[in-house]
């Protein structure tokens, strides 16, 4: 008895029409790269090494403001150095742009004494702020912190007279002692870093 015979059929494959892959390949939406998130440099380095500072460490593991960075050329200057090498109080950073003036630009190209800076919020003053948003001579300043005296703040709450007496012993230093008689960058660079607390 003769086997009966078997036929295949076979179909080209399915082609694809452009507006059939729409739902395969969804190319309507926008392909441009999304904003960049801006990202702050302090979350790539550690924080500085004094106690309850969230500032990012400079070289020497401590922020500028507590000694860290690269320090102004002057002999016996702790400051931060802006530009050249140099702080602001020694010719660094950005001077004032008037012609003549070499002082430090406080905002705006232009020293204090310019206009640079934040003015005065007392209505129709124009001199720059001391403290508070006010100039000295509409309350922007704090009197000495010695009793009886009637001068004013000259920093770390002391007038100029009283705070010769609690500065610094570095030579040409005039920040407060805070330990051993030497400033906090002092302290720091001379007896933590160098292990040298006699000058």
């Known amino acids: 008895m003769q086997s009966p015979l078997l036929f295949f059929t076979f179909e080209a494959p399915p082609t694809f029409l452009d507006g059939d892959l729409d739902h395969l390949f969804d190319f309507s939406h926008d392909m441009s790269s999304p904003k960049p998130v801006k990202m702050t440099y302090s979350r790539y380095r550690p924080l500085c090494m004094e106690i309850d500072c969230n500032r990012a460490a400079q070289s020497g593991s401590y922020c500028i ?9 002057i002999s016996n200057c702790a400051k931060a150095a802006q530009s050249k090498g140099l702080c602001k109080a020694h010719g660094g950073g950005a001077r004032c742009q008037v012609p003549g003036c070499f002082k430090s630009s406080q905002g705006g190209g232009k020293c204090r004494a310019h206009g640079g800076g934040k003015r005065c919020a007392y209505d129709g003053c124009d001199r720059g702020t001391q403290r508070g948003n006010f100039c000295a001579q509409h309350g922007g300043t704090v009197n000495c912190r010695v009793a009886m ?9 002391y007038c100029e007279s009283h ?7 570095v030579s040409e230093c005039q920040r407060l002692a805070r330990k051993d008689n030497f400033c906090t960058q002092h302290y720091r660079r001379l007896c933590k870093v160098n292990s040298e607390c006699t000058l």
Do not use: L, N, P
């Not at 705070?163 to 012993?169: I, S």
């Open 65 to 73: 403001k507590h000694g860290g960075g690269k320090k102004c050329q």
């Open 149 to 157: 005296c009637t001068r004013r703040d000259r920093g770390g709450g």
């Open 163 to 169: 705070r010769k007496d609690f500065v610094c012993k």
